[in-house]
């Protein structure tokens, strides 16, 4: 079964259940989906790994909301947006650890004898090509300059 699928039979659930603030989420997303592949124009649906994509987008965005709410002291609204993070993350992979970061990125700067600052590009490079999908970008870019 297709993310995109899974979505799907989540949206029927959220109606059924008359979750509106699940029901909310999931239909942002598809539509979001829908005019990425729209776009594409070609008349393929998107891959498991765009999918994702689009919904590691929507968490961003809902993660940037929720800071200005927070800003702003709005309870009810944080509430919200914690939940639709939550919900989101449900749909990615489990996400890696800082530990389990630093592992694979120290493997790589070992196995590449990649050395000081000047390397971080290279570093960067290996390391979201390796991580792509199961950790954030900004983890890798901290953890990176971390090791060297």
Same mark, same amino acid.
């Given at each position: 079964?297709?993310?995109?699928?899974? #979505?799907?039979?989540?949206?029927?659930?959220?109606?059924?259940?008359?979750?509106? +603030? %699940?029901?909310?989420?999931?239909?942002?997303?598809?539509?979001?989906?829908?005019?990425?592949?729209?776009?594409?124009?070609?008349?393929?649906?998107?891959?498991?790994? +765009? $999918?994702?994509? $689009?919904? &590691?987008?929507?968490?961003? &965005?809902?993660?940037?909301? #929720?800071?200005?709410?927070?800003?702003?002291?709005?309870?009810?609204?944080?509430?919200?947006?914690?939940?639709?993070?939550?919900? #989101?993350?449900?749909?990615?992979?489990?996400?890696?650890?800082?530990?389990?970061?630093?592992?694979?990125?120290? @493997?790589?700067?070992?196995?590449?004898?990649?050395?000081?600052?000047? %390397?971080?590009?290279?570093?960067? @490079?290996?390391?979201?090509?390796?991580?792509? @999908?199961?950790? %954030?970008? @900004?983890?890798?870019?901290?953890?990176?300059?971390?090791?060297?």
């Amino acid at each position: 079964m297709t993310l995109k699928q899974k #979505l799907k039979d989540s949206m029927k659930e959220a109606m059924k259940a008359k979750n509106k +603030e %699940d029901l909310t989420s999931i239909r942002l997303v598809l539509s979001t989906i829908q005019k990425k592949e729209i776009d594409k124009n070609d008349g393929t649906e998107l891959t498991d790994e +765009e $999918v994702m994509q $689009v919904i &590691q987008t929507e968490i961003k &965005q809902t993660q940037e909301s #929720l800071t200005y709410a927070k800003q702003s002291n709005k309870v009810e609204m944080i509430t919200d947006l914690e939940n639709r993070i939550q919900m #989101l993350t449900l749909y990615l992979p489990k996400q890696l650890s800082e530990d389990e970061v630093k592992t694979i990125v120290k @493997g790589i700067i070992d196995s590449n004898g990649f050395a000081g600052k000047q %390397d971080m590009g290279k570093v960067m @490079g290996l390391a979201m090509a390796e991580l792509k @999908g199961k950790t %954030d970008g @900004g983890l890798i870019s901290k953890v990176v300059k971390e090791l060297l």
